[in-house]
């Protein structure tokens, strides 16, 4: 495990991460068009100019109680899935944050489909949940 | 560059030339004298040879070499072109086509080559019967040429030989000029290219349209050829040769082709160079090997000598490793400067004017010598079309290099006697012409045109925006929007048309699955071709490809007869199928017709009672008994024959029309011959589509597969007795009721269908009634697939950015209707 950097947000209280490598763009949340026989983790599909790209509830992934819309919820552009983008829709973006090695620990056993986390960064006293996106993405397919 | 790309790039490039090459073979086959075709298809071959070999592809690689070995010596005039030596070169062609597509993922292409190669070679062993067209044949021994030659003599004797020959015993010179091609294989194109002119030149000697004073330009030409042999090849090329060989200069259309052929070339290898791969030398080695040879096809002196410099100068680091900085720094300024040739080269066709600046310090570096810049200068548009329209590409330049300021170039030809008036008109109004319409041409990938497409959409629907809120905040505003809006639709429609490409790739394998069906059937059909230019969608040619080609082999298989039958039916011997091409409106009409037996519709209606796809007691109209060919299950062919009877019958060629939004219709004569007319939009990327609202959802059907909508009265919808489903009568038909909300799970739809609209949607196995809340209108969609990694109910067929943004799923009605 390497220190990457990391874009958090939120899912509720928690704070997750996903590689900032991996991560397209930002976007506001934008108007959602449910796709029928889709599973229900994926809220349908959004048009990002001119594309259409998937969008994921994480929320739903990980089996959280859906939240209310709020104006600052917002889309993450990730590269992966078999193709070209997906959007995963967060509560909120938190910060860009360095992990140096001593603030990682292993993925605990239990909890979260226990794949999907890479590790988990732990500083000023809080831990977040650093994700593997591209297990995210596949094992919802 | 990665290996992987090479290949991709190898596949796309080799297919294309394969294709190009099996168009100019079938040319070839119909007109002998073809020199331009020939030309490009050894350019063509030769490519895809020397990418094979750079790829390691040795199948591929030997069998081009053994198809580019004849065209060698068809365009030599070694062998004369024939019926069987273009067959056997349409069959490898055919089976490279094969090889290339499997490094694409095709299945493989089991055992090897070796009948092709073999078919290859004998056909050039077996030269004694010279087909009536070529010049040489009245010319030519019963052996073969290649025999009689004598190896024994060095090029000079052979020289010496041909000097004392003179020009009055052809026969005897051709042979000598055989025996010096020969011994100077592999020599300087400056050479070659003099070779090429004095064939040229026997040619004219045979026919009889050699120049005023032939001997004077005999010898010319051989004194030039004993200077470029004697030169250290390559390097100090002189005077003489020059003009010699800017007399071969024949630049026909494909000099433009050519041209971006090596500007490719050229620029691929110095990406190569760039990102550091290994392999970069050999791949730019390669691709200055490639320009030399089409240079010295199309006769450019300067790009011949200039890449053949080069060329020796990479021999020596071409196989080592390691790249030093200084070599890859010379290698880089190399192919700058023949891209600088390239790009003089481009709008003429000849070389013309001062040498550009980085390919003169090249030259210098290299020793080669830089002719001095004319004094004149000339349009090149306009010396290009007097050189097409008949001019001798040495006398333009000559009088270029003469002509006085103010002259007009084009008189000065006319008044030398040059060129006819004729021909002088003929270049003004070509120059007239091309100037409105100057195409150059440029490789693009698919995936970045539809990027392009996918932002003009979005601009459209941002700029719609803009529209609704500007206009109202600022009335001012509202007029420059307005104008701005129609740019972007017009930008629109200029990136779907780059889509677009002429259907007559797609004739031309019709033309070659004509000639093999008529072939195994020992049947004589005259193909004729109307429309070739009309363009249409490249997905949609290809989709098209394979019903048409299916159409096709079953008029030459079912619908023309054998000769004796025709004859018998006081038709001539010979069949004939044409098919054109035409555009009506947002269509392209393909038509397909030929003068064979024709369809009898009783016979048609019997058949399928007997088989029963039709009941006993039905009477269909003519059109529904012709109609009865698609149905699966259905072939009225007595016995199933090896060419069309393969288990793909007309039911599949109706669903591949019908999966591009098409129509077939047909006609048919009983005893005059059959004609199949297919409408098809033009482009399978835009949707004519209704747009229908459930709830706060909306959903796209294709138009064409609307029949009505109707409001229901109540109790029009009835549940069917012990059934889930409910049906509505329409047209005097019942048809079931797809509630859409229920399908698509949408909460908050109106639940009485009476409360909503009915559409009545057409299928091919059927109609079905769908429910929604309201139709919103009409709407030309761009067709965007699902993301891949979405799974999805199959009803939903794809998607369209709606008018204000949002994603419509488009319905697909025959799924629909499967569930239902």
Known sequence: MTAATWL????????YGVEILKVREIIGMLPITPVPGSPPSLDGVVNLRGRVIPVMNL????????????????????????????????DRVREVASFADTDLEPPPAGGIDANCVAALGKRDGKVRILLDISHVLTAAS | MDPTEFLCEFVAEAADHLASAEGHLMTLRRQPEATDALQACFRSLHTVKGGAAFLSQDRIKHLAHAAEQVLDALRSGAAAVSEDRIDALLDATTRLQALVQALAGAPAVEGDDRDLVLTLERCLESGEEYAP????????????????????????????????????????????LDGLRQGLTGADPAVL????????FCDQLVLETAGEDPRQEFAVLVEALRTAIAKDPGRQPAEPIRAAIASSGRTGPAAAEAMAEIAD???????????????????AFRAVHSAKGIAATCGLTRLATLAQAVESELEPVRQGTHLSPSVRTLILASLDGLGELVAAVRDAGIELGPWPAGAAAVAGRLGVAVDTAPAAVADPLLVRSLVDAGAVAADVSAAVHSLKPGEDLTQRLVKTGRITQEQAAQAQAKVAQEAVRKDAFARVSMTRLEELVDLIGELLITQAGVMQHAANAVPELRSAIDRQGRTVRELQAIALGLRLVPIKATFQKMA???????????????????GDDTELDRNLAETLADPLLHMVR???????????????????????IRLTARHAGEHIMVELSDDGKGMDPERLVAKAKEKGLLPASATPTREEAFNLIFAPGFSTAAKVSEVSGRGVGMDVVKRNVDSLRGRIEIRSEPGRGSTFILRLPLTTAVLDAMVLRVADRRFLVPVASVVEAVKPEPGAVQALAGHQGRVVQSRGRWLPVVRLADRCGVAGACDLPEDGVLVVLEHLAGRLAIQVDEIVGLQQAVIK???????????????????????GLILEPAQLAEDA
């Not at chain 1, 739903?60 to 983008?85: D, M, Q, T, W, Y």
């Not at chain 2, 073969?144 to 020959?165: G, M």
């Not at chain 2, 070339?265 to 791949?283: C, K, Q, R, T, Y």
């Open chain 1, 8 to 15: 958090t947000f939120l899912l509720g209280d928690d704070e």
């Open chain 1, 59 to 90: 929320r739903r992934r990980f089996g959280l109680a859906p939240s209310e819309p709020h104006p600052e919820n917002v889309i993450i552009v990730v590269e992966g899935g078999s193709k070209g983008a997906t959007g995963i829709a967060v």
């Open chain 2, 133 to 176: 067209a070529a010049p040489h044949q009245q010319t030519s021994t019963p052996t073969t040429r290649r025999e009689t030659r004598s190896p024994a003599l060095s090029p000079t004797a052979l020289i010496e030989a041909l000097l004392t020959n003179g020009i009055a015993d052809v026969p005897a010179l051709i042979q000598l």
């Open chain 2, 193 to 200: 290219g003099i070779l090429a002119r004095l064939d040229l």
């Open chain 2, 265 to 283: 070339l050229l620029g691929s290898s110095e990406a190569a160079l760039i990102d550091g791969n290994p392999g970069a030398v050999e791949a």
């Open chain 2, 512 to 530: 070659r699955a004509i000639l093999d069906t008529a072939r195994k059937l020992g049947k004589e059909i005259d193909f004729s071709t109307d």
């Open chain 2, 554 to 576: 079953n008029a030459a298989d079912h619908g023309v007869e054998g000769p004796a039958e025709r004859i018998a039916a006081g038709k001539p011997a010979k069949g004939r």
């Open chain 2, 785 to 807: 697939p699902l993301p891949p990694d979405c799974p999805h109910d199959p009803g939903m067929a794809g998607t369209a950015i709606l008018g204000d943004g949002h994603v």
